[in-house]
């Protein structure tokens, strides 16, 4: 009878396994099944299906403060109609505000879409330096070395010292996602009772004891790029000043080879650097940048990755022809302002030219989010260095140009020590407002020495 018991125990145990295993079969059949349909994009923690990519560019653009678009076609029709500069200058600054957000937001859903804020700052500084290099190209053919070298320093300083400090100084300040690492001095008692604590997410706080964290190999990746181009910058510098004076004929036969070669040597270690940030290292960088991200839990973006940078590049060719205009009517602003052309050139241009990735850099910031504010400010200055400087003085040997590494002892003091500062900023991974707004003072000191820096003194 036990055995009968038996063999009937171990029937219905081969059955219940013969009905799992058909069961698993079966799951895997309807699991292949249901993969080769088409993928179907919900909501996380819905049953929502996501808008399609138009609906979610739309929706970017029906946000309130895209009404200063209607700016920009009057700011062009401004420049051509003879409306004056004073008009043409603030209606294309004003159309730089909405601009700023769409690049913030396409940049923002590339960063979600590829889960790398590093190669997403990377690509909003590419975008942003093309244009520069192709305005660069058409300076060069001008012959107008001395306002390349100006705006290229320029530049680098602006992003290095005001964005930088800018960005670190307002997401010290402001808590816009109810990360508050201390009081707050907005009480909770002021948000109604009825309102859900999500909603509560949405306000701008000011928050005490605010300290952000990002990437310490990104920043010591980029710092170390800038200071191998301050050596150069140095180098041929200071070699240009041990010359003989007397020969300036012999001096220039050496200092344009010496700064071509020094040029393709800068250009292979930023493409070894890209090659280390995307290839070899990518993954740890990734890790470490976006770990709190990751904590926070998984974020979904609304835009493919294509489809934001579809974005990116038009709202780039349009920011690009603004600022042309904008720059250019700056020009007849300042004319009566007895400002002198080192100011204009390294200070106003710059600022003004770039106004819409300051703007984007300084928003990440705001919304805890200092890995994509430093790949913007940070990376895009590594860029200019490494890779835009360069390129212009291997472009001007191909046009038969006489462009150097020469940037003067004066350029040359000031970029080095605003990296050595920056350096000792970055170095722990952290930020907070002080230090944010010590790198404001830096820039701030910068600006007061061009500005009374006479005309009579070459820029270079």
């Known amino acids: 009878a036990q055995g009968g018991l038996a063999l009937k125990a171990s029937g219905r145990v081969r059955r219940s396994c013969g009905g799992v295993a058909l069961a698993t079969m079966s799951d895997i059949i309807r699991t292949a099944s249901m993969s080769s349909r088409k993928p179907r994009r919900f909501v996380v923690g819905t049953t929502m299906e996501k808008p399609p990519n138009i609906d979610a560019a739309v929706d970017i653009l029906k946000h309130p403060i895209s009404l200063l678009l209607l700016c920009l076609p009057f700011g062009i029709v401004s420049a051509y109609r003879g409306w004056g500069h004073q008009a043409t200058f603030w209606l294309n600054f004003t159309a730089m505000i909405p601009l700023a957000k769409i690049l913030g937001d396409a940049t923002e859903e590339l960063a979600v879409g590829l889960k790398n804020n590093v190669l997403a700052g990377l690509l909003n500084a590419t975008f942003g330096n093309a244009v520069e290099m192709v305005l660069t190209v058409q300076t060069l053919r001008a012959g107008l070395l001395d306002v390349v070298k100006a705006t290229l320093l320029g530049s680098i300083l602006s992003n290095l010292l005001l964005v930088l400090g ?33 909603a509560a997410v949405g306000y701008g706080e000011l928050a005490m004891e605010r300290v952000q964290h990002f990437s310490v190999m990104t920043a010591l990746v980029n710092t170390s790029l800038l200071l191998l181009s301050c050596l150069s910058f140095s180098l041929v510098t200071v070699f240009y000043s041990e010359a003989d004076p007397l020969d300036p004929g012999a001096m220039e036969e050496i200092l344009l080879p010496v700064s071509r070669q020094c040029s393709i040597v800068i250009v292979i270690a930023y493409v070894a650097s890209i090659f280390f940030q995307l290839v070899t290292h990518r993954e740890s960088m990734a890790d470490e940048a976006d770990e709190d991200d990751e904590d926070d839990g998984h974020e979904e973006p609304k835009l493919s990755v294509a489809v934001a940078v579809g974005v990116m590049s038009v709202t780039t060719a349009v920011v690009a022809y603004s600022s042309h205009l904008l720059v250019d009517s700056l020009e007849g602003v300042v004319e009566h302002a007895h400002i002198s052309s080192q100011f204009i050139g390294i200070i106003l241009l710059p600022i003004v030219g770039n106004a819409c990735e300051h703007m984007a850099a300084v928003r990440f910031a705001i919304q805890d989010k200092p890995g994509l504010s430093i790949g913007i400010a940070v990376g895009s200055s590594t860029q200019i260095a490494l890779f835009v400087v360069p390129f212009t003085v291997l472009v001007g040997w191909a046009l038969d140009k006489p462009m150097d590494l020469n940037y003067g002892s004066l350029n040359t003091t000031v970029m080095s020590m605003s990296v050595i500062i920056v350096l000792s900023v970055v170095v722990d991974g952290s930020s907070n407002w002080l230090q944010g707004y010590l790198l404001v003072s830096a820039y701030t000191l910068i600006a007061m020495l061009y500005w009374y820096l006479p005309d009579a003194e070459s820029v270079v």
């Open 166 to 198: 800018m960005s670190f100084f307002f997401g010290g300040i402001i808590d816009t996602v109810g990360k508050k690492q201390g009081m707050s001095l907005i009480s909770t008692s002021e948000i109604p009772e009825d309102e859900p604590a999500a």
